[in-house]
């Protein structure tokens, strides 16, 4: 639960507690203290009251009469003097604490919890050995009470302002260091996505300072291993192209003379022989196996180097893949979108987006079972974005990449792009997203 909150809330809360705890505590010592306190000094007021008390009974004993005597002293005395005397006929008089009502503006709650002790003294007065009265001591504490009012509230007071002054360095504190670490925490997580060309804030304490200057060199160093991979892909790329280039000029120059020398020597072997009509049969079907062969080298040279690109241009030799794909996939509808500014792109961006359609076409023709496949290429300005949705049987299991899908994955961090599979709403969906920039600058392979 605890981990959970904020480090501004983990930061304040303690304090906050803190000064409670401070405030209930001083609040406790003042009840405890102004008991002892108000005893203290009321207590030569009782030691006064017994004083007095002896003195008038000693001239109520020598006085011819003693109630006039009496009645003189009780009318001497003040209503505001702490000392008065209370007839045995009128009752319990009323104590010190019972006679506080808020005095001079203290609250009464405040009243109520400071803990007042018993501070009546009582002195009998007697005439003629009889209990007339008592002299009591009623101490006005109207002043003490607000003096220990006062005294609350400065500790209230104090307790506030070190709150505040505390509560607003801590502020100023947790924001110098939260600011770095959220500036850190941003920076990581861009990291982590691949963006390692904008730096983080170096700023906050020396540790916060230093946790930035290695995430930097942390991400600087991460640039240049992808760059490094980066390179290492295209050029792995580019060894691929110039290995199927060198195979697919062999499969020209070698094996399309020799099938057409065999069907040439076949075509006049038929004719020239004196027994041609024993040699039709098997002539027609070295022709036939000849012309496979030489489809099939075709295909094969399409597969490795589609060399018109160069010479057509992009944008025409996709629409050629899309014709030949109709013409061997009669059963399934193809719908295309194809940017013509496409043409403008050459080199391994050419080659890759040209063969990124030709395998997710071939994998849809041979495990999709799809009856409707859309192809969409489009430019948008730094942005080459590529398209193939097919609403076939779905991604294979755990939507892991084939072998030729993973092939062009790389051909595609080689470019600075990103490759995607996805399935959504019924259909099954190939995205690419290239730099065209990046691919400019990118040398030729081959």
């Not at 304040?12 to 507690?17: A, K, N, S, T, Y």
């Not at 941003?186 to 930035?212: F, H, K, M, N, W």
Request: proline fraction near 5%; charge should be negative.
């Amino acid at each position: 639960m605890w981990q959970r909150l904020s480090f501004r809330t983990q930061l304040f809360l303690p304090l906050g507690l803190s000064f409670l705890a401070a405030l209930i505590m001083g609040g406790l010592l003042l009840q405890t203290f102004a008991t002892g306190q108000l005893a203290d000094e009321t207590e030569p007021g009782r030691r006064s009251t017994r004083t007095v008390a002896a003195a008038l009974n000693s001239t109520l004993r020598a006085s011819n009469d003693p109630r006039k005597m009496l009645d003189a002293f009780v009318h001497s005395l003040d209503t505001s003097s702490d000392f008065q005397f209370r007839s045995a006929e009128a009752g319990p008089a009323p104590s010190a604490k019972d006679s506080l009502r808020g005095p001079r503006g203290v609250p009464q709650w405040f009243v109520n919890l400071i803990a007042v002790p018993d501070m009546d003294a009582a002195s009998p007065v007697l005439i003629d050995g009889k209990r007339v009265g008592d002299i009591v001591f009623m101490p006005d504490l109207s002043a003490d009470m607000f003096e220990k009012w006062i005294g609350f509230l400065a500790l209230t007071s104090l307790i506030a302002v070190l709150m505040v002054l505390t509560g607003t360095i801590a502020n100023l504190f947790a924001g110098s260091a939260l600011r770095p670490l959220q500036n850190l925490g941003a920076g990581l997580t861009r990291i982590r996505r691949g963006d390692y060309a904008t730096p983080i804030p170096v700023a906050g304490p020396p540790e916060l300072r230093q946790s930035c200057e290695e995430a930097n060199a942390l991400a600087a160093t991460l640039a240049q291993l992808s760059q490094d991979n980066r390179n290492l892909l295209h050029r792995l790329v580019s060894l691929q192209d110039d290995e199927r280039r060198d195979l697919a000029r062999e499969l020209h120059d070698e094996l399309g003379p020799l099938l057409f020398s065999i069907r040439a020597g076949t075509i006049a072997l038929s004719e020239s022989s004196p027994q041609a009509g024993h040699l039709g049969n098997p002539a027609q079907e070295v022709m036939r196996s000849v012309e496979a062969l030489q489809q099939a080298n075709r295909r094969i040279l399409d597969r490795l180097r589609p060399l018109y690109i160069e010479e057509l241009g992009l944008e025409t030799s996709v629409q050629t893949l899309l014709q030949n794909f109709r013409r061997q996939a009669s059963h399934i509808e193809l719908t295309a979108m194809i940017d013509p500014d496409l043409n403008a792109i050459d080199g391994p961006l050419a080659q890759t987006v040209y063969r990124l359609i030709q395998e997710a076409l071939t994998n849809v023709l041979r495990h999709a079972g799809a009856s409707n496949v859309h192809v969409q290429a489009t430019i948008a300005g730094e942005v080459l974005t590529l398209e193939i949705s097919d609403d076939g049987g779905g991604l294979p299991e755990a939507n892991v990449f084939g072998r030729g899908l993973t092939g062009m994955h790389e051909r595609v961090r080689a470019l600075s792009g990103s490759l995607s599979l996805l399935r959504a709403n019924d259909r099954t969906y190939v995205r690419c997203r290239l730099p065209v920039g990046t691919a400019r600058d990118e040398p030729a392979s081959g």
